[in-house]
Nanobody, 125 residues
Framework: QAQLAESGGGSVQPGGSLRLSCATS??????MGWFRQAPGKEREGVAAIDSNGITNYADPVKGRFTISRDNANNTLYLQMNNLKPEDTAMYYC?????????????????????WGQGTQVTVSS
């Protein structure tokens, strides 16, 4: 069974940075992405990246977050800069074998995705 394991979460002050990692046993052909869910809110897509490194971001994180992947080491990353309190959430990595690798498409049928267990990010002063 495919495994996704997130790490790198923590607590940071507004304006700070964190880098999340997601180790996976899946091949590099998978579309991969990051989602987040805050208490009392629905899960939302953050960013996605296809096997060729083409990226896609949700509007709230554009210009602040960067998704990347190391196919040789089967690891997905999310560099988060200029963090805001509203970025506080549990962050999950996800993967699916889909041809259109965007946040919207990756989140359209979550029951068909592979998911990690999540890592908590808290932004507060």
């Amino acid at each position: 069974q495919a495994q996704l394991a997130e790490s790198g979460g923590g607590s940071v002050q507004p304006g700070g940075s964190l880098r999340l990692s997601c180790a996976t046993s899946l091949s590099s052909y998978y579309c991969m992405g990051w989602f987040r869910q805050a208490p009392g809110k629905e899960r939302e897509g953050v960013a996605a990246i296809d096997s060729n490194g083409i990226t896609n971001y949700a509007d709230p994180v554009k210009g602040r977050f960067t998704i990347s992947r190391d196919n040789a080491n089967n690891t997905l990353y999310l560099q988060m800069n200029n963090l805001k309190p509203e970025d506080t959430a549990m962050y999950y990595c996800a993967a699916a074998m889909i041809s259109e690798c965007t946040v919207v498409v990756l989140g359209a049928a979550p029951e068909y995705n592979y998911w990690g267990q999540g890592t908590q990010v808290t932004v507060s002063s």
